[in-house]
């Protein structure tokens, strides 16, 4: 019997969640806000996304690792986070470099993958002086695609270690 996936997102304005919802349908996983998330217990692993604002994870991920930690601890976890709009190596290395922090805030989880993608900005969606900001997605949904392909065998279940 193959173990259920729990996709889970925090976002602010919506790119995020398309993210998770295409890991879901790639992965067979339910796709669920980590806001709205209650409890672990159908699940045998966790994928869990959040964007990266002002050089932060969001709070709903954080909230999500802290109240499941113990949860986490038992059973495969992968993340991801979307954030740098540049196309500059620099830009993802410092986008991971936030997220290892926001990670590095939750010591007991320890990820069997971690992954940064490039964000979306929709002025339309944001308030001045964010408004004039030009449009801009650095999402390669191929290589989205390619990491949500690897994740089935990345998030087997562990199995106990041997006394």
């Known amino acids: 019997m193959q173990e259920r996936i729990l996709v889970a997102y925090a976002t602010k304005h919506g790119s995020t969640r398309e993210v998770a919802e295409r890991i879901g349908e790639l992965t067979g996983g339910d796709v669920r806000s980590a806001r709205a998330v209650d409890s672990l217990e159908r699940y045998g692993a966790v994928v869990l996304g959040g964007a990266l604002y002002m ?3 969001h709070k709903d991920a954080h909230r999500f690792l802290k109240r499941f930690e113990s949860e986490l601890g038992e ?3 992968a993340v991801f986070a979307l954030g740098p709009i540049g196309q500059e190596p620099v830009d993802a290395t410092q986008a991971r470099g936030q997220l290892d922090k926001a990670l590095a805030d939750h010591p007991a989880v320890r990820p069997v993958a971690v992954e940064i993608f490039g964000g979306r900005i929709d002025p339309t969606q944001l308030r001045f002086p964010f408004s004039r900001l030009e ?3 650095s999402r390669d949904w191929d290589a989205i695609e390619r990491w949500a392909a690897e994740l089935p065998q990345l ?7 041997p006394v």
């Open 135 to 137: 449009a801009a997605d």
């Open 75 to 77: 059973r495969p976890l």
């Open 155 to 161: 998030l087997r279940p562990r199995l106990p270690v």
């Open 55 to 57: 050089s932060r994870w």
